[in-house]
């Protein structure tokens, strides 16, 4: 018994994919990309919040910038900085500042209208740009400090100035209360003593002197009565009441002039009452006192 076969069905092929085959001009060529939605402007979006998230970043970037250049102020100007360098960063943490107040005012503006307590916003975009251009101009400043802190390093060094040799007497500080090495009364209370101390040193100018000094000389004398028994006990002789007397400045110069006094060398010397001058008195005043002189070698 025979039966007849059919031949199977031959696939039905699209043309479109058939046609899409490797080696075929539609399979090789890419797609076509477009982009017109990608350039489509949202005209929906609210202005006001574009403006407000423009003052954002603008505060952010203001923000950390004065942040990061105070902290490192010592690398931004270097240890012996020129008034130029100095003068620069200053206008440049200004116009950050302005910066910042601007953009909050202009949040507090706009906040105010969409509030409905101001009737206009008519400051709101003028402090954005005042904003955005004192951002500007504090970059600016920025990078003309680093270009003059840039020169500076590379400029070649010029020659050291000469230090010339002197010495001069400061002040003399007293008179000092008999059998006492420091001017403040016990009974005083302690804004009364620095009021008598700042009155005391008041005359004693290191600015007057022709560069910081190499050496302090401080000169403590006594009168010629005698020591009370407790004084007595505590220096021994008037001597050494004399030298607690210089001691005690030297103190006190140390904590009023830092810089003047910590590189210098301090000499305590201390001498008896003068007998030339109020020989009648044993309770005379310019015994009592100490006498500052300061100096500095020549580099010859």
Not at 150 to 163: C, R, V, W
Request: hydrophobic letters at 45%.
């Amino acid at each position: 018994m025979s039966t007849n076969m059919m031949p199977p069905a031959a696939p039905i092929q699209d043309p479109k994919v058939e046609a899409a085959k490797p080696g075929t001009k539609e399979f090789d060529a890419p797609a076509p990309t477009d982009f017109s939605e990608a350039i489509k402007v949202d005209k929906n979006q609210n202005p006001w919040a574009v403006m407000i998230d423009y003052i954002k970043t603008v505060i952010t970037l203001a923000s950390g910038i004065l942040g990061f250049s105070v902290t490192f102020v010592n690398a931004l100007v270097g240890t012996a900085p020129s008034r130029t360098v100095v003068h620069l960063v200053e206008a440049a943490w200004f116009f950050l500042i302005v910066t910042i107040a601007s953009a909050l005012f202009a949040v507090g503006s706009i906040t105010g209208y969409l509030r409905g307590k101001r009737k206009e916003t008519k400051p709101a975009p003028m402090l954005c740009n005042v904003s955005y251009f004192a951002l500007g101009l504090a970059l600016a400043f920025f990078a003309l400090a680093g270009a003059a802190r840039l020169n500076q390093l590379t400029s070649p060094p010029g020659p050291k100035p000469q230090q010339v040799g002197f010495l001069t007497k400061l002040g003399t500080v007293g008179p000092f209360a008999s059998g006492a090495a420091t001017l403040c009364d016990v009974k005083a209370t302690e804004e009364q003593c620095e009021n008598q101390l700042k009155s005391a040193f008041a005359g004693v100018q290191f600015a007057q002197l022709p560069h910081t000094p190499g050496f302090l000389i401080l000169i403590g004398s006594a009168d010629r009565e005698r020591l009370t028994p407790s004084a007595l006990h505590r220096y021994g002789s008037n001597a050494g009441l004399a030298r607690g007397r210089s001691e005690w400045v030297s103190q006190e110069l140390a904590k009023r002039y830092p810089q003047a006094v910590q590189k210098a060398e301090v000499v305590s010397l201390y001498t008896g009452p003068n007998p030339f001058e109020n020989a009648a008195q044993a309770k005379s005043d310019p015994d009592r006192r100490v006498e500052i002189w300061a100096g500095a070698t020549s580099d010859n």
